[in-house]
T-cell receptor, first 119, second 112 residues
Framework: GAVVSQHPSWVICKSGTSVKIECRSL??????MFWYRQFPKKSLMLMAT?????????EQGVEKDKFLINHASLTLSTLTVTSAHPEDSSFYIC???????????????FGEGSRLTVL | GQQLNQSPQSMFIQEGEDVSMNCTSS?????WLWYKQDPGEGPVLLIA?????ELTSNGRLTAQFGITRKDSFLNISASIPSDVGIYFC????????????FGQGTRLTINP
């Protein structure tokens, strides 16, 4: 299967600081990437859809000024948690959907996840 | 957002036993995907289903896309310790759409 890589895999930061998480598709191009948040023992909650070259689409209840998403290229999307607070501590996961013509239409591949702990 | 109804929520079985889990919805789905998630990792795609009635195998795993398009099941035969983890179903309502709706997950524990 295709590979999606996230970095960092874990990060600890002080309250009030901003943290950037990267999501890269390593062996395919992705016009669309998704960002999820997962609480312990819970399912994945979609936060936003990241589209290459355009603004992200946020799900209801997700603060776009709090969670900044940038999809600057066909292989990279970034999620920046601004002015992080302890309640932002969570497991953040990205996924990427191969662009058409790459033989993987319809499939969605996930990154390894990034665990954020805000002190 | 809406989630699929996945059951059971947890399973405790003996090594070697077969496992069955399913997802249902009141809406029609055009794609069903099954993922496995290990602790601290992202979900890994196990099986993808695109046609109603489709039955697909991946080693000891078998999944089916329900005829009504409102359900799917995943079976694991002859379970082994590395099958431990959380299994999620996911579906797409609209053909070609990329946003997935997830089930609540089934946590599988295996006693050796």
């Amino acid at each position: 299967g295709a590979v999606v890589s996230q970095h960092p895999s874990w990060v600890i930061c002080k309250s009030g600081t901003s943290v950037k998480i990267e999501c890269r598709s390593l062996d395919f191009q992705a016009t669309t990437m998704f960002w999820y948040r997962q609480f312990p023992k819970k399912s994945l909650m979609l936060m936003a859809t990241s589209n290459e070259g355009s603004k992200a689409t946020y799900e209801q209840g997700v603060e776009k000024d709090k969670f900044l998403i940038n999809h600057a290229s066909l292989t990279l999307s970034t999620l920046t948690v601004t002015s992080a607070h302890p309640e932002d501590s969570s497991f953040y996961i990205c996924s990427a959907s191969p662009a058409t013509g790459q033989g993987m239409a319809g499939e969605l591949f996930f990154g390894e996840g990034s665990r954020l702990t805000v002190l | 957002g809406q989630q699929l109804n996945q059951s059971p929520q947890s399973m405790f079985i003996q090594e070697g036993e077969d496992v069955s889990m399913n997802c249902t919805s009141s809406s029609i789905f055009n794609t069903w995907l099954w993922y496995k998630q290990d602790p601290g990792e992202g979900p890994v795609l196990l099986i993808a289903l695109y046609k109603a009635g489709e039955l697909t195998s991946n080693g000891r795993l078998t999944a089916q896309f329900g005829i009504t398009r409102k359900d799917s099941f995943l079976n694991i035969s002859a379970s082994i310790p590395s099958d431990v983890g959380i299994y999620f179903c996911a579906g797409r309502r609209i053909q070609g759409a990329q946003k997935l709706v997830f089930g609540q997950g089934t946590r599988l524990t295996i006693n050796p």
